[in-house]
Each structure stands twice: as structure tokens, then as C-alpha cells.
């Protein structure tokens, strides 16, 4: 079974920045399409970004475009960057995998089998 563990949030001010990372227990890269989603307290998961299985194609959230990037290692690792923050940012972020064969990385939460614990990202306004 396919672990994910991320790490890197924590507590930053309004305009600054952070890098998560989410490390999985298997290779990942050409293997799995990834993504980042985020839920705060009191409202739903919500899509952030994805990338395909060999890093080529990537998505993002309106709420985050240009302000966010996404990437992957050549085994295990997915980063997620987090710049110029700000209070609509803070939520608990998570890792997902979808081992499915698609042409273009979900932006459902449903369609990925694999989930971290989560990272929590504060932004102090």
C-alpha cells in the first residue's frame, strides 16, 4: 500500500512563503499523477494543484494561480510552493496519488486512492 507523508506547513504572515513536501514509501514518479488539496475547518476539500505521472502537464486552482507551483523528483518526493500568502490560504494541505492511466491528472478528490496525513499551513494576517 501506497504511504504519503508531507511535511513543511506551519505558521507564516500574510505575504510570505513555504515549501510542503510529500514523500511517498514507493516511487511515484512516471508512476502515479499527483496532486495538492486543502480543506480548512467548516468547509470542504478543495483541488490546489496536480501534476502527471512524468511531470510534463500541470493545474491549478483559479484561487491560486500564479502564487503556487508544483513539481516532483525523478523517485518519491512532490513539492508544492506557496508564495505570497495570505489568509484564504490556511487550511490543513494534503497529498493524494491516482494510480489510474489517465490523459490528464484529476481535479476530483475522489479519483485519487492514495492520501497523506496532512500539513497545516497558518497565515496570520
Known amino acids: 500500500q501506497l504511504q504519503l507523508v508531507e511535511s513543511g506547513g506551519g505558521l507564516v504572515q500574510a505575504g510570505g512563503s513555504l515549501e510542503l513536501s510529500c514523500v511517498a514509501s514507493?516511487?511515484?514518479?512516471?508512476?502515479?499523477?499527483m496532486a495538492w488539496f486543502r480543506q480548512a475547518p467548516g468547509k470542504e476539500r478543495e483541488f490546489v494543484a496536480s501534476?502527471?505521472?512524468?511531470?510534463?502537464?500541470t493545474s491549478f486552482a483559479n484561487s491560486v494561480k500564479g502564487r503556487i507551483g508544483i513539481s516532483r523528483d525523478y523517485e518519491k518526493t512532490l513539492y508544492l510552493d506557496l508564495n505570497n500568502l495570505n489568509a484564504e490560504d490556511t487550511a490543513t494541505y494534503y497529498c493524494?496519488?491516482?494510480?489510474?492511466?489517465?490523459?490528464?491528472?484529476?481535479?476530483?478528490?475522489?479519483?485519487?486512492?492514495?492520501w497523506g496525513q496532512g500539513t497545516q499551513v497558518t497565515v496570520s494576517s
Open positions: 514507493v516511487r511515484t514518479f512516471t508512476i502515479y499523477d
Open positions: 493524494a496519488a491516482d494510480d489510474r492511466a489517465v490523459v490528464t491528472p484529476s481535479r476530483a478528490a475522489a479519483d485519487y486512492n492514495y
Open positions: 501534476i502527471s505521472r512524468t511531470g510534463d502537464g
